[in-house]
């Protein structure tokens, strides 16, 4: 899937949903026993199938995606997949239900909870977004997407102590070239006190 940056009163609102390849996911893949009728392959190849289209013909993986489902009702991934396609035609409550599920059936797919917090702030449910966002971090401390939505979350509702600590967070383990840099850099400095600099450390090779 592609970026999505939204502009809520004139801010960037941090909303790239992700799949479960790009938050990571692939390397906490947890294996549970399926019900019987299942059937795993014939989902796996199914939901491959769609993650090769979802560029070139959406309409198609989509498709792709929703058999998954119906050979393995339990295929997180595909749940994310979907989730993401119904939050891009804005049906934010189908895109809650696809992200929950996908999160219960696998609680370590760190994709269903990061695009959970990212739909709950467009929505301004602020403190389910933090509560989404913060379940990322148990499983990935490092997640810079993460600790920049939070950043923006904790900015909005004007705690600005945590707003600074989660953006400068970011900014260690990114780099100017990431689009949300300078933005986070502005949301530090507005929250300082008149007076106070940061000396900047950072990640090495960043």
Known sequence: MGN???FVSGKEVPSRART????????????QP????TDLRGAEECYISGAAMINSNRDKAIEAFRKCLELDPGHARAKIELGNHSYYCTEYGPAEQFYLQAANDDPKLISAHYNLGLLYTSLFRNQDAITSLLKVLELSPDHADAHYS???????????????RHMLIYVRLTNRQDPF??????IIRNSLPEGVVILETRKPGA
């Open 4 to 6: 999505l940056i939204e």
């Open 20 to 31: 479960s390849s790009e938050s990571g996911d692939d390397n906490l893949v947890v294996f």
């Open 34 to 37: 399926k019900p019987s009728g």
């Open 150 to 164: 939070l950043g923006f979350l904790y900015d909005r509702i004007q705690d600005k102590s945590k707003a600074v």
């Open 181 to 186: 840099y300078f933005s986070a850099k502005e």
